[in-house]
């Protein structure tokens, strides 16, 4: 039977649903501690200022580089056998860094910072798999609600900074990543219980070349619109906690604006699926990327807190609309027997783009301040306004589903 007509039972997708949402918030949770704690630990171990960044651009290079690695073994062996190497790479993140700190190597921490890319390369795929085996019409939907655990993430994260990084003196932050270790096994045990359709001897095939596939101008747009998105995204959250030390402001104040930040990031996704379904992916995506410019103009306005966490939070509500509506847009250009080459080829070029931004947004904030990290973000975001409206104005029949 192929995957075009096969639906997995109602039991068993609402089950898929919970746990890959609940996963989702603890894969949520570590990214959060890269980010929170990232850029000090880099500021405080880097043998220049100009690298304070580079643990967190190693972790976005993690997740580029193990996409498509990650999408081959899902493809030949089963979504589920990645996801438990992904959490496996996840807990040892966790104590590689935890070794990073103690021994004071900054070169070892961007080593456990890479694995929390390569297991955040699998998480990203989960909103890919909640839509296998679920009818067409309610796949955004199915899509949505496993990203709407992310709203836990929000939490978890920054507290979890907050409560543990002086449970271990005088080395601030260790027990975060002990504890950061931990999350990462509890979500394997989750994963466990996950039942997708296996592998067909079709998707195995690989169906059209991507070469085909790649040139439809909706694939181009939902590529764009996505790594725009997180581009930009990533760009400022990695800046905004560096740039909130260096203007004064306490971590404490930094993690409650990445709290909020991730919240906004992900709270929307209850209903971004329905908000697809009646008005379209393209439009979704462009309220999106107009949002993500709004929160780069409130940055403009000031280096009070209140600028910082207004910034941060509209800044998340704007990824969640881009990125769920380029996401849905991907689902539009592929075959079943298609879907993991081309949400493999999807993610890789949106986390590979997204890289060049993490690596520009440490050098650019200590050579030109935060006001230069605003500015330089709307440049993609004219870009990717101009591929969407193009692409939607040719755009042609998508495959079947």
């Not at 990445?258 to 379904?277: D, K, N």
Request: charged share 10%.
């Amino acid at each position: 039977m192929s995957t075009a007509s096969y639906q997995l039972p109602e039991h068993v997708q609402r089950g898929n649903i919970w746990r890959l949402s609940v996963s989702q918030a603890l894969a949520g949770a570590n990214a959060v501690v890269v980010y929170a704690t990232g850029a000090i630990v880099g500021d405080a171990l880097a043998p220049s200022p100009v690298l304070a960044t580079l643990p967190i651009s190693i972790f976005v290079v993690g997740m580029a580089a193990s996409i498509m690695p990650v999408g081959m073994i899902a493809r030949r062996h089963g979504r589920r056998t990645a996801f438990l190497l992904g959490a496996g790479a996840g807990t040892l993140a966790g104590l590689v860094a935890t070794a990073a700190v103690v021994m004071a190597s900054f070169w070892l921490f961007c080593l456990s910072t890479f694995f929390g890319g390569a297991y955040a390369a699998v998480v990203v795929s989960y909103r890919f798999a909640a839509a296998d085996g679920v009818a067409p019409a309610r796949r955004a939907r199915a899509l949505s609600l496993v990203m709407a655990g992310g709203v836990a993430a929000g939490v978890i994260g920054p507290q979890l900074v907050t409560w543990t990084m002086d449970l271990w003196p005088p080395v601030t932050f260790a027990a975060t990543f002990v504890v950061q270790a931990a999350v990462a096994a509890l979500s394997a045990l989750l994963l466990l219980g996950v039942r997708l359709p296996p592998p067909t001897a079709a998707e195995q095939a690989g169906g059209r070349p991507l070469a085909v596939i790649a040139r439809q101008p909706l694939f181009v747009a939902a590529v764009i619109c996505g790594a725009v998105s997180y581009l930009v995204m990533n760009f400022l959250m990695t800046s905004a906690p560096l740039a909130m030390h260096f203007c004064g402001h306490s971590q404490a104040s930094a993690n409650l604006g990445l709290q909020w930040h991730v919240i906004a990031m992900y709270g929307p996704s209850f209903f971004t699926g329905g908000l697809i379904t009646r008005f379209g992916a393209g439009r979704v995506a462009a309220v999106g990327l107009v949002l993500i410019g709004v929160s780069a103009a409130v940055g403009l306005l000031g280096l009070e807190v209140r600028y910082f966490w207004g910034m941060l939070v509209l800044l998340g509500l704007g990824w969640n609309f881009g990125f769920l509506g380029a996401s849905a847009m991907v689902l539009e250009c592929h075959r079943p027997e298609e879907k993991t080459r081309v949400q493999s080829l999807n993610d890789f070029i949106v986390f590979g783009l997204m890289a060049v931004g993490s690596f520009s947004s440490g050098g650019l904030l200590s050579a030109y301040g935060w006001d230069r990290v605003l500015w330089v973000s709307f440049l993609p975001l004219l870009l990717a306004a101009l591929a969407l409206t193009l692409a939607l104005r040719r755009r042609v029949p998508t495959p079947a589903a």
